[in-house]
C-alpha cells in the first residue's frame, strides 16, 4: 500500500515568509507525528496527533510553529515568518496506534531552505 | 531526562567487514522501547527493529544482529559480511512510558560507509 506521502519535497523560502508543509498519513493511522532534522540539532521530536485528543505540541521550537490535522488524516505544519534557523527536513510518519505495539513510518521528508 | 548517545559519528569499513554500531540509552522510566531505524541516501527513515524494555534476547535478522545490555544501558547494532548497499545513517531512538511511547528521542547518528 501507500506509504506516508509528505509535499513539497524541496521548499525555498525567504526570511520571514510563512511556509505549509503538508504530511499524507498510511489510510487508517490513527496518529500522526512530525519531527524536524537539522545539522546542529540532529532529529527532534515537534508535535504529534491522535485520533481526536488534543495535540502534543509539546516539541514545538517557538510560537511561530504550529500544526492541525484535518478530518483525522492529513495533516499541515505552519511556520510563521521563517528564519534561517529553521532551515531543515521535515519529518512526518504515522502510526496505527499510538502506543508501544507498532512502529512509526516515515515519509521522504521535506527539505525547508530559508534564506 | 532521556537520551541516546550514539559515539560513532562516521565508520567506514570495506565490503565484507562486520561492523558494529553502538548506542547507549539513558532513562528512568522502567519500561521503554529501543529502535533502530536506516536513513538512506534517499532520505527516508526505514525501520529496522524495536525491543522492549523486558526483553533482552538478542536478535538477528540475516545479517543483521542486535545486542541489547540493560546492565549497560546499550543496544548495539551489528552488521555481518556488510555490503555496499548497507551504507546510510543509522538512528537509534528510545520512547518511554514517560512519553506515552509516542516521542521517539533519535541519537545523532551513525554514518556507514560501504566502500567496495
Known amino acids: 500500500g501507500a506509504g506516508v506521502s509528505q509535499s513539497p519535497s524541496n521548499k525555498v523560502t525567504e526570511k520571514g515568509k510563512d511556509v505549509e508543509l503538508r504530511c499524507d498519513p498510511i489510510?487508517?493511522?490513527?496518529?500522526l507525528y512530525w519531527y524536524r532534522q537539522s545539522l546542529g540539532q540532529g532529529l527532534e521530536f515537534l508535535i504529534y496527533?491522535?485520533?481526536?485528543?488534543?495535540?502534543?505540541k509539546s516539541g514545538l521550537p517557538s510560537d511561530r510553529f504550529s500544526a492541525e490535522r484535518t478530518g483525522g488524516s492529513v495533516s499541515t505544519l505552519t511556520i510563521q515568518r521563517t528564519q534561517q534557523e529553521d532551515s531543515a527536513v521535515y519529518l512526518c510518519?504515522?502510526?496505527?496506534?499510538?502506543?508501544?505495539?507498532?512502529?512509526?513510518?516515515f515519509g521522504p521528508g521535506t527539505r525547508l531552505t530559508v534564506l | 531526562a532521556q537520551k541516546v548517545t550514539q559515539a560513532q559519528t562516521e565508520i567506514s569499513v570495506v565490503e565484507k567487514e562486520d561492523v558494529t554500531l553502538d548506542c547507549v540509552y539513558e532513562?528512568?522510566?522502567?519500561?521503554?522501547?529501543l529502535f533502530w531505524y536506516k536513513q538512506p541516501p534517499s532520505g527516508e527513515l526505514v525501520f529496522l527493529i524495536r525491543?522492549?524494555?523486558?526483553?533482552?534476547q538478542n536478535e538477528i535478522s540475516g545479517r543483521y544482529s542486535w545486542n541489547f545490555q540493560k546492565s549497560t544501558s546499550s543496544f548495539n547494532f551489528t552488521i555481518t559480511a556488510s555490503q555496499v548497499v548497507d551504507s546510510a545513517v543509522y538512528f537509534c531512538?528510545?520512547?518511554?512510558?514517560?512519553?506515552?511511547?509516542?516521542?521517539?528521542?533519535f541519537g545523532a547518528g551513525t554514518r556507514l560507509a560501504v566502500h567496495p
Open positions: 510518519a504515522s502510526r496505527l496506534l499510538a502506543g508501544a505495539y507498532n512502529e512509526q513510518f
Open positions: 531512538a528510545l520512547s518511554g512510558v514517560s512519553g506515552g511511547y509516542n516521542k521517539l528521542i
Open positions: 489510510s487508517g493511522h490513527t496518529a
Open positions: 525491543r522492549n524494555s523486558f526483553d533482552e
Open positions: 532513562t528512568r522510566d522502567t519500561t521503554y522501547y
Open positions: 496527533f491522535q485520533g481526536n485528543s488534543a495535540p502534543d
